[in-house]
């Protein structure tokens, strides 16, 4: 499986006359297990939702109106499950470090850039306009919701936002420093590059849309079509450049074939 899941991400990657390598292979392997887990948790959260909110619900012995009431319009349930789901992935980067890093250990050469890389070089320009679109306006889009909402409840989904889009943000962090924080993991200039392509991979595992799924739901219960706009316009813009990055980093080329090596030892 390892040298097949290799070989399919250097076709993606356009490299298709570039043999694979174990250390590909073991470093693929890696993320595969790290996905492996956050999707095993996901399903966990939403378990876990499930026996909540329709198991327990169902024989609480709060009237069903009542009960409806305490839910509310479904905001704040809805962001707790999605910062549940972001933090599993989060547990999934911090597996993959550590098995990478254990990788990194079994090498006998290592090979580093010859300057110290910029995060914002390590990450790509394809994270930084996702982040900048799904914090920065998921931001914005909180703020002039609550300035120009005229009912209570409008002005709630505001400030709502602005939580949520803020706990996406700082769970964000904890998983990118898994990514940038440890040094290169090559052999030779080849590996070099794809290092520098899995890494911008992994970052934008943490770059998740989920901030423009709660703009949807709190479009959807806005009292005016003011902030329904507003919301919507967001996450519209949220999903529509989270696809183009992924799909533009997911098929950027990879380092071609090199007859000798020339980095600087790690």
């Avoid at 993320?31 to 948790?41: A, G, I, M, N």
């Avoid at 994270?127 to 909402?149: D, K, Q, W």
């Avoid at 769970?171 to 890494?199: F, N, T, Y």
């Avoid at 943490?206 to 806005?222: G, I, K, M």
Wanted: no cysteine; net charge positive; proline share 4%.
């Amino acid at each position: 499986m390892g040298e097949a899941r290799a070989r399919q991400w250097l076709d993606r990657h356009g490299a298709t006359g570039r043999p694979t390598t174990p250390l590909l292979q073991a470093r693929l392997d890696a993320r595969h297990r790290s996905e492996t887990l956050s999707w095993h948790l996901m399903a966990a959260v939403l378990a876990a939702f499930v026996v909540v909110f329709v198991v327990v619900g169902e024989f609480s012995n709060v009237p069903r109106p009542e009960r409806a009431s305490l839910l509310g319009h479904g905001f704040l349930q809805l962001g707790i499950f999605y910062v549940a789901m972001a933090l599993a992935i989060v547990a999934g980067l911090w597996l993959q470090d550590r098995d990478e890093r254990r990788i990194a250990r079994t090498l006998t050469r290592r090979v580093a850039h010859p300057q110290a890389v910029r995060v914002s070089t390590v990450v790509g320009r394809w994270f930084i306009v996702t982040t900048t679109v799904t914090v920065g306006a998921g931001l914005l889009a909180g703020v002039v919701a609550a300035m120009l909402a005229t009912e209570p409840k409008d002005r709630e989904l505001g400030l709502l936002m602005l939580a949520a889009v803020g706990a996406f943000a700082l769970i964000g962090l904890a998983g990118l420093v898994q990514v940038v924080r440890r040094p290169a993991i090559a052999d030779d200039e080849q590996s070099l590059g794809d290092d520098l392509l899995l890494r911008r991979e992994d970052a934008l595992r943490v770059a998740t849309p989920y901030p423009a799924v709660l703009a949807a739901v709190a479009a959807v219960h806005s009292r005016s079509l003011t902030v329904l706009f507003v919301f919507l316009g967001y996450a519209l813009a949220a999903v529509i450049v989270s696809f183009l990055a992924h799909w533009a980093v997911s098929r950027a080329p990879a380092a071609r074939p090199v007859s000798s090596s020339s980095g600087a030892a790690a």
